[in-house]
């Protein structure tokens, strides 16, 4: 993580990107062509509602790099039933034409319903250098909220 308006070219807190952003950025690093970093979260406890196709998802984040280099940050969710990919949703890749080679981060969201038999989520942030010596991909306010179906109790007052 890099801390907002380091020195350096970084994103400053005036920069495009996140209104409620924090003090620091996710960024791949000095002289790393590819980094990344995984995260797995069992959802086998609501499987029952997801097989009956109730469950939405939000994934959602900014994303972006340097000026004009295509350095950039995505972040794939994949869903598993037990062992077996079932599915998966990538969002970011903002290339430097997409920031009107301004140097900050833009809003990417997708929406969906978690497919049935889901039982894990797999998430892979990834950051690709395509030049220079640092790889200018970055990342922050990475997000996924589940929408999970509520019960509904008509109550009459008299």
Do not use: C
Not at 35 to 53: E, R, Y
């Amino acid at each position: 993580m890099i801390a907002y308006g380091s020195p350096t070219d970084f994103p400053t807190l005036a920069s495009p990107g996140p209104s409620d952003r924090g003090d620091s950025f996710f960024t791949g690093g000095y002289n790393q062509p590819s980094t990344g970093a995984t995260q797995f979260i069992d959802v086998s406890a609501i499987a029952a509602d997801i097989d009956a196709g109730l469950v939405r998802y939000d994934l959602s984040g900014y994303f972006g790099g340097l000026g004009s280099q295509d350095d950039s940050a995505e972040l794939k969710m994949s869903f598993y039933a037990g062992a077996t990919n079932i599915g998966d949703v990538t969002i970011g890749q903002v290339a430097a034409a997409e920031r009107g080679n301004v140097t900050g981060l833009l809003y990417q969201g997708f929406s969906g319903v978690v497919p049935a038999g889901t039982t894990e989520i797999d998430f892979a942030i990834r950051f690709v250098r395509f030049s220079g010596t640092f790889n200018d991909g970055y990342a922050d306010n990475l997000s996924l909220v589940l929408h999970l179906p509520y019960v509904y109790l008509p109550i009459m007052l008299r």
